[in-house]
């Protein structure tokens, strides 16, 4: 087929897959290699110990978060390097997320004007999203299997195709994320309904080994520790009570937000992060109420609200979690810009106004990815700055599994995870307590920092511009 032929959708889907990628090139340039925070170097560590089950045969241990995205960060990362894999697993599902919320509202609304449009500015350019897919975490992967569950589900409803890829791709989800669940649940259960009314069970045993496949590495790395998930103290303390609160004392910390779950909980209908038109979709959906009684636009719905009424109960808050459902919203809300759209002045303007929402949206994002952009950047300079100190041991807290990912060698000691009262003379402390002292007052890395300050005379040896600081203890007091 020449290229003169190819349909418009092409050149949309491959506008959509490809914008992530230029940001992300853009930004491996100015040195941003997507490692942020706790979390991206847990995966990373996680990863490197599967590839050395694979090379040596040693256990990684059992891990507390699923397991799909390190092990296809582990696996791609013998070709691409594990740090490079695990960001570029995060662009990839992010890109193709974004292609396939563009085909499911083709689908939905196949004769619909501004489908691309739309998907460019509020999905391409969603300021959390974006962030989602380029950062080393397991964030948009979840959210790439959840968006083909639902493409395919819907395209099965409606024009009657396999039911297998709903299983199998619920479950990549479920094996990336397991809040994964309280969105995918209704569509498995309507699922099977159809199964049995349609008589498809030779699809249901497709779909039953699929899933077992994709749950191996699940199986393998977690034999020891199963149902270690239901466990999670987040999940201990879900209580509704939960809905009407705005502070929360945990393993944590103590941390205070703005406002109460149930509200923050919502973000997804009108936060800026997200969609900076959602208030005025969201009033032209209710005004419009009778669309919500279509076969998809229920569902859509029902699945969005048990998520978001799942979310509203545990004692925390992170936009991050929030955005596994927001391709939902996106097509739920779809309709409601197509009637926006209708407005004849809005029409005549639509070129400009669409640029201008899109470079809204870049300073959006330029807001959120600001923190996270600078973080990574701190911590490549606090690894270069404790460099020349290597071999010794190293207290520390939040940021000692980035020096650890980051190659440098210490024997590390977290200051969270126990207390500590004999150290010895040379021993490095890497810590920022103006940081920590209100959120960690009265736990494991205030009290440990206290009683060293206490104790033992310490000297500084270097200061990031940022507030941390590499002690050295001297001697006891």
Same mark, same amino acid.
């Given at each position: ?105 083709? @689908?939905?609304?196949?004769? !619909? ?52 890829? %709903? ?20 569509? +498995? ?75 923050? !909980? ?25 669309? @919500? ?20 109960? %545990? ?50 994002? =330029? ?9 990574? %950047? ?7 700055? %404790? ?41 490095? +402390? ?34 990031? =511009? ?12």
């Amino acid at each position: 087929m020449k290229l003169s032929k190819l349909p418009p959708f092409f050149y949309q889907n491959l506008t959509v897959f490809f914008i992530p990628f230029l940001l992300l090139f853009v930004l491996r340039i100015v040195g941003f290699d997507g490692l942020y925070g706790q979390d991206s170097y847990e995966y990373l560590r996680y990863s490197n110990a599967i590839q050395n089950y694979v090379t040596e045969n040693v256990h990684p241990g059992n891990y507390f978060w699923p397991v799909l995205y390190p092990t296809l960060g582990s696996l791609f990362g013998f070709i691409f390097g594990t740090s490079l894999t695990l960001q570029l697993l995060s662009c990839v599902s992010f890109s193709v997320a974004c292609v396939y919320i563009l085909k499911t509202i083709r @689908l939905l609304y196949p004769t !619909a004007p501004f489908r691309f449009f739309y998907v460019l500015i509020f999905a391409v350019f969603c300021p959390f999203l974006l962030k989602m897919g380029l950062i080393v975490m397991s964030d948009a992967l979840a959210m790439v299997f959840v968006v083909l569950s639902f493409y395919f589900f819907f395209k099965s409803y409606y024009k009657n195709t396999s039911f297998a890829p %709903i299983f199998i791709f619920a479950t990549c989800a479920l094996m990336t994320r397991y809040a994964s669940i309280f969105i995918t649940f209704p569509i +498995i259960l309507y699922t099977l309904y159809l199964v049995w009314k349609r008589k498809k069970i030779q699809q249901l045993a497709v779909a039953t080994l699929g899933s077992i496949i994709i749950a191996i590495p699940f199986l393998i790395f977690q034999w020891g520790a199963l149902f270690e998930a239901t466990s999670n103290p987040f999940l201990e303390n879900w209580s509704v009570g939960n809905y009407f609160k705005s502070s929360f004392t945990t393993q944590d910390g103590t941390t205070s937000y703005t406002f109460p779950n149930l509200i923050y !909980a919502l973000y997804v209908f009108f936060h800026p992060g997200f969609i900076f038109l959602g208030s005025i979709l969201s009033l032209i959906t209710l005004k419009n109420h009778k669309s @919500l009684f279509s076969f998809h636009q229920k569902t859509l719905l029902i699945c969005s609200t048990l998520y978001i009424l799942f979310l509203a109960g %545990i004692p925390f808050q992170n936009p991050r979690i929030l955005g596994l459902v927001f391709p939902l919203i996106l097509i739920l809300m779809f309709p409601a810009f197509g009637k926006l759209m209708e407005f004849k002045y809005i029409k005549q303007i639509f070129i400009p106004v669409g640029i201008f929402f899109i470079a809204l949206q870049i300073f959006f994002f =330029s807001m959120t990815f600001k923190l996270i952009f600078e973080r990574t %950047i701190i911590e490549k300079e606090l690894a270069s700055m %404790i460099k020349p100190y290597e071999g010794e041991t190293l207290y520390s807290f939040d940021v000692d599994l980035a020096m650890q990912g980051r190659g440098l060698d210490f024997d590390y000691k977290n200051m969270f995870l126990e207390r500590y009262e004999k150290f010895q003379a040379n021993d490095l +402390i890497l810590f920022d307590a103006a940081r920590y002292q209100t959120q960690w007052k009265d736990k494991n890395p205030m009290l440990n920092w206290e009683f060293i300050e206490q104790n033992y005379q310490l000297k500084v040896l270097e200061t990031h =511009s940022k507030g941390w600081k590499l002690y050295q203890i001297e001697a006891k007091k």
